[in-house]
């Protein structure tokens, strides 16, 4: 099956999706549009045609309703919410509910990836959690001698049991070939669990026990090729943060002629 279908019969020739193609694959014949070798299914067609002459049946379309323009987010709310974000390591013991997850979720789905290549994978621990945190601070334990000669963090932590999680109730693996799509991912799945109420935590140490260990990759069962790019430690905050701590100074540099 096509994953891209152009309906001749409502097709009105206006050429919007031609000029909108990233990957050239459109082009107008005879009045109306039709598709060549290149396409990336990216979907801009589908979402800028005027008279819905474009199909993708091979995609969930259960999300492709109308659509809410950023501007309706007000700038200066979303600005002050974002300085507001805290890193959040004291979580109260009190579940996701499962809808909240799926918005998360949805929202790294619904994150750009280079080329359309969609190819970010979400591995949510679950009932394995607590052996996976297990593994993890073992090993640690182990070479937490070593690794203190180059982490400060490290030589002050104290490695306990819920040294990679903190007691929250949901952690999610985000994977990719590379690392800008699951980063990005990452970033719009977070701001989508503080919208929710939750409090979220990069564990950058798990990330690295995954590398070290072919042990812990494998439990995490990511697809082939995959790398843990970040480990979103996820749960209700117990801890209220009253004011916006300072930042350093803007580093910009403007060219010109």
């Known amino acids: ?14 050429g919007k999706c031609v000029k909108d193609c990233v990957a050239f694959a459109l082009y107008l014949k005879d009045g109306k549009a039709k598709l060549r070798e290149g396409c990336i299914e990216c979907g ?42 805290r890193t959040v390591r004291q979580f109260l013991d009190v579940p996701v509910e499962p809808e909240k997850l799926e918005k998360i979720l949805e929202a790294g789905r ?23 945190e297990r593994s993890c601070v073992k090993l640690f334990r182990t070479g937490a001698k070593a690794g203190a000669l180059f982490s400060r963090t490290l030589r002050n932590a104290e490695i306990g ?48 026990c995954a590398a070290l260990d072919p042990r812990i990759r494998s439990k995490l069962r990511l697809p082939k090729g995959h790398k843990a790019v970040t480990c979103m430690v996820i749960g209700y905050p117990d801890v209220e943060y009253r004011r916006i701590p300072p930042r350093k100074p803007l580093k910009l540099n403007v060219l010109s002629k």
Do not use: W
Request: with cysteine; hydrophobic share 45%.
């Open 161 to 208: 049991d819920s040294f990679f999680f903190k007691g929250a109730p949901l952690v999610i693996v985000v994977s990719g070939h590379g690392s800008v799509n699951a980063s990005l991912a990452s970033a719009y799945m977070e701001l989508t669990a503080n919208s929710l109420g939750l409090g979220v935590l990069y564990s950058g140490f798990f990330c690295g």
């Open 1 to 14: 099956m096509e994953n891209i279908i152009i309906d001749a019969l409502k097709c009105v020739g206006c």
């Open 110 to 132: 619904y994150a750009p990836t280079g080329a359309n290549s969609q190819n970010v994978a979400y591995t949510v621990l679950a009932d394995r959690q607590a052996e996976i």
């Open 44 to 85: 801009h067609c589908y979402a800028i045609c005027p008279a819905g002459a474009v199909d993708m049946p091979g995609y969930d379309k259960t999300g492709s309703v109308g659509v809410t323009p950023m501007t309706a987010v007000d700038s200066e709310t979303l600005l002050q919410a974002i300085k507001s974000r």
